[in-house]
Structures are given as C-alpha cells and as structure tokens.
C-alpha cells in the first residue's frame, strides 16, 4: 500500500488549508486514519483520527478549527484546517489502517501505513 499526503504549503495565519491522504495498492477498506504532525524539536503528535464507522477524535488544540473526514470510496482522508496558527506549523503525516483482503476484515487484521509527510508552514 502507498500513501501519498498533499495540500500542503505556506498560509498565513488564520488561512486555511485542505490535506489530503489517498492509498493505493491492495485495498479490500480502510479501518482506521489518523493525522499525526511534526514540528521541529518537538515530538511527534496526534492531531485527529477517523475510525470506520466515522467517529472522529481531535487534540484539544486543534477542536473547531480542524476537521477530518474520509472518502472510502476513493481510500481518501482529509484534513481540512482552518484559523491556522503559527503553532500549527509542523510536517503532517497520515497514518492508516488498512485491511488488504475480505478475509482480513473478517479475522479483523489491520496492517498499518505511514504516509511521506506533508509540510505546513504558518507566518505571522
């Protein structure tokens, strides 16, 4: 399975923008897709996530600013965010959960993917 993160770029604060994350490769669906970013020095962090039957968490930081939602026809998330921030500013990646086959979704084995990242740079 492949990843391919886009819609990243530089905004400046209080823009927005749209990421978005398509798979591809041997997909029977996708489980689970999360966002995670970045930023330099810091750790990597979890900043929304998407389960299968489309219930969505967010970091606190993040909550009425970023949405996340998913295209499983097309094995496509997003991240849509809005007012950005400097703070926002960071490498994002998604992070999915993918059953390759009929018979993994019955046996519910997942097997998980990291997208390449996709930077967001937010000026002041």
Same mark, same amino acid.
């Given at each position: 399975?492949? /990843?391919?993160? =886009?819609?990243?770029?530089? $905004?400046?604060?209080?823009? %927005?923008?749209? /990421?978005?994350?398509?798979?591809?490769?041997?997909?029977?669906?996708?489980?689970?897709?999360? +966002? @995670?970013?970045?930023?330099?020095?810091?750790?990597?962090?979890?900043?929304?996530?998407?389960?299968?039957?489309? =219930?969505?968490? @967010?970091?606190?930081? &993040?909550?009425?600013?970023?949405?996340?939602?998913?295209? =499983? #026809?097309?094995?496509? #998330? @997003? /991240?849509?965010?809005?007012?950005?921030?400097?703070?926002?500013?960071? &490498?994002?990646?998604?992070? &999915?959960?993918?059953?390759?086959?009929?018979?993994? @979704?019955?046996? !519910?084995? #997942?097997?998980?993917? +990291? !997208?390449?990242?996709?930077? $967001?740079?937010? %000026?002041?």
């Amino acid at each position: 399975v492949q /990843l391919q993160a =886009s819609g990243g770029g530089l $905004v400046q604060a209080g823009g %927005s923008l749209r /990421l978005s994350c398509a798979a591809s490769g041997t997909i029977f669906s996708i489980k689970d897709v999360s +966002w @995670y970013r970045q930023a330099p020095g810091k750790e990597r962090e979890v900043v929304a996530a998407i389960n299968s039957d489309g =219930s969505t968490d @967010y970091v606190d930081s &993040v909550k009425g600013r970023f949405t996340i939602s998913r295209d =499983s #026809a097309k094995n496509t #998330a @997003y /991240l849509e965010m809005n007012s950005l921030k400097p703070d926002d500013t960071a &490498v994002y990646y998604c992070y &999915v959960a993918v059953y390759h086959v009929y018979t993994n @979704y019955i046996r !519910g084995v #997942a097997h998980d993917y +990291w !997208g390449q990242g996709t930077q $967001v740079t937010v %000026s002041s």
